[in-house]
């Protein structure tokens, strides 16, 4: 085509392609996060943020709901947290490349792409039935943690992988032991970005409603006890909007759970703003 | 307790909190296969691929129709996030100005983290009936699912692309524009060539999303057991029929949607099997050197 087409006029219209391909994606997010936004904000108040649901969510607020969200992501993120900073630490810092390192990242990318509705089966066939923990805020938290470990593992690695390799030299050099240069050195220059990977974990524990379906019950109530079953804000819209509950408070829901999303793309785009900022400032 | 064995002590746990992932894919393997493996011994591991039907109240567990929605869905929506997501990469990688990346790279970010059930949930309210005024039958469909699943997997897609496009040395491009190509032909001879290793491993990432949603799927596909005729048709994807049925299974049935769950995994496999398999070959060669 080109050859019968000036080169320059192949480029202006290539331009214009490439313009509109981002121009959709654009679209596509402003029409998506817009509309739910239209139709959800005038049901959130704080009525409806603090209320009890009544009649099983047809009406009233979704403050049990909310507590059940933040309950399942802080046990996803206190039981994944260390263990893919631990992870991360090692592959970084202590293995070399070996049979184990290639297990261990296979292992975590395995983990990362895994359906979320297997890792609700697996929740269900051994935290709720085989560990007899049954149907609670434990088990859906458990089963979240393994979800967000392959997150903030890829994440710390990266982080702690991209810190200038003369501040560890230098504090082994003043005669520091290993572990001492990883905990006063390495992990404090890379903690921008392990706290990016924890927040992004947490961003896929809150999102996520497949992998606790069958794993943390329904409950209505707020949950008092990490035995008690509870119900994250994604189910409940899930339940909502099958069940045809309310599409009111479904969209009220949806609304909350963008929200969340949105101030967690924010902080996380900021946290890695100002660390560029400083490292470039050196 | 010297400062040694300490050191010792710190690299063994935390070479114990890096073995942890291996141990729970082993774990999440082997309950999945305890509790589905009952289910492909008394159906026939054959018939259970193979079969058409899928009716557990007659003991029939055939999951064929199931698998071809699988696919069928994620297929028609790689056909609409690929050439929509390698292009908005190409233009964040190489067009769009400074002032445009930062608006763009957030929005992917947010369309990557926005739950699933909400991308269904406004499938179910908005597109369904689109759909139905559009092109007739109930509007849950096929077509449907893959509209909602193009949206989800795009993120995936450009953003990986875009890295590998990004990977590739400034040389290769400065080269061909020295030679007095245009900045379209260096793209499309130089940099597009280079960057397809990764290009492809985004697409098999997509893929692997794709062929793993579940819920979003469940609330807009239809979720009719069947083989669909036309791409307008009600499907049920195998994702979907283990969230819609567990619920109330027992018995062998509780035992057949784990083994759906083997075949998932079984499937999700040979993709990152397939992706480390490019990701090996990044090294790609062009004109005798390597990139």
Not at chain 1, 47 to 76: K, Q
Not at chain 1, 114 to 135: D, H, K, N, Q, T
Not at chain 1, 148 to 160: D, H, K, R
Not at chain 2, 37 to 62: C, E, H, R
């Amino acid at each position: 085509m080109h050859r019968f087409i000036p080169p320059r006029i192949v480029q202006k219209i290539m331009n214009g392609v490439f313009w509109a391909s981002g121009l959709i994606t654009l679209a596509i997010l402003l029409i998506i996060i817009g509309y739910v936004l239209f139709k959800g904000m005038p049901v959130v108040n704080l009525e409806f943020l603090l209320g009890d649901p009544v009649d099983s969510g047809r009406s009233g607020g979704i403050f049990p709901f909310i507590m059940s969200s933040i309950y399942v992501t802080l046990i996803a993120v206190l039981v994944a947290t260390p263990l893919g900073v631990g992870a991360a630490v090692y592959l970084s810092e202590y293995a070399g490349e070996n049979t184990l390192v290639k297990l261990i990242r296979f292992g975590s990318e395995t983990l990362a792409s895994i359906p979320s509705i297997i890792f609700g089966l697996f929740g269900l066939a051994f935290f709720v039935i085989y560990l007899e923990i049954g149907w609670s805020v434990l088990s859906g938290g458990l089963t979240l943690a393994l979800m967000a470990l392959p997150t903030i593992l890829s994440a710390s690695e990266v982080s702690i992988e991209s810190i200038n390799k003369s501040y560890a030299e230098g504090s082994l050099a003043l005669g520091a032991t290993k572990w001492q240069t990883i905990y006063k050195v390495v992990i404090p220059a890379s903690l921008p970005g392990i706290t990016t990977g924890v927040i992004l974990g947490m961003g896929r524990a809150i999102a996520e409603a497949a992998a606790v379906l069958y794993t943390v019950g329904a409950a209505l109530m707020i949950p008092t006890s990490l035995m008690d079953a509870a119900r994250p804000l994604p189910l409940h819209l899930y339940i909502l909007a099958t069940e045809g509950l309310s599409m009111e408070n479904a969209w009220g829901t949806a609304t909350v759970l963008v929200i969340m999303i949105l101030i967690i793309t924010v902080v996380t785009n900021t946290l890695v703003d100002n660390y560029r900022k400083k490292m470039m400032g050196r | 307790m010297s400062k040694w064995d300490e050191e010792y002590f710190i690299e063994k746990g935390l070479l114990l909190t890096a073995i942890s992932s291996i141990i729970i894919i082993a774990l999440i393997i082997i309950f999945i296969f305890r509790e589905g493996i009952p289910a492909l011994q008394s159906a026939g591991v054959f018939n259970f691929l193979f079969g058409m039907d899928w009716a557990p109240t007659d003991g029939k567990y055939g999951i064929f129709p199931m698998i071809i929605g699988s696919l069928g869905i994620t297929a028609l929506s790689l056909l609409m996030a690929v050439p929509l997501g390698v292009l908005c990469a190409i233009f964040l990688a190489e067009i769009a100005p400074a002032n445009m990346r930062k608006i763009l790279n957030p929005t992917i970010q947010t369309l990557s983290g926005i739950p699933s059930v909400v991308y269904g949930f406004f499938g179910l309210v908005l597109l369904v009936p689109f759909m139905r005024t559009q092109f007739g039958g109930t509007g849950f469909s096929m077509f449907t699912a893959s509209v909602i699943l193009t949206v989800m997997i795009l993120p995936i897609i450009v953003s990986v692309s875009e890295d590998a496009l990004r990977s590739i040395p400034q040389e290769y491009k400065e080269a061909s524009l020295a030679l007095g190509a245009t900045h379209w032909q260096t793209i499309k001879n130089v940099i597009f060539p280079a960057a397809i290793p990764g290009i492809i491993t985004s697409i098999i990432l997509g893929m692997g999303r794709a062929i793993g949603e579940t819920l979003a799927i469940i609330m807009v596909a239809g979720n009719v057991v069947q083989i669909p005729n036309s791409i307008f048709d009600p499907v049920r994807a195998l994702t979907s029929n283990i969230a819609i049925e567990m619920g109330y299974a027992t018995g062998v049935h509780y035992n057949a949607l784990f083994a759906t769950g083997i075949i998932l995994v079984f499937m999700i496999i040979v993709l990152l099997v397939i992706a480390n398999y490019f990701h090996y070959k990044k090294k790609v060669t062009i004109g005798g050197g390597y990139l």
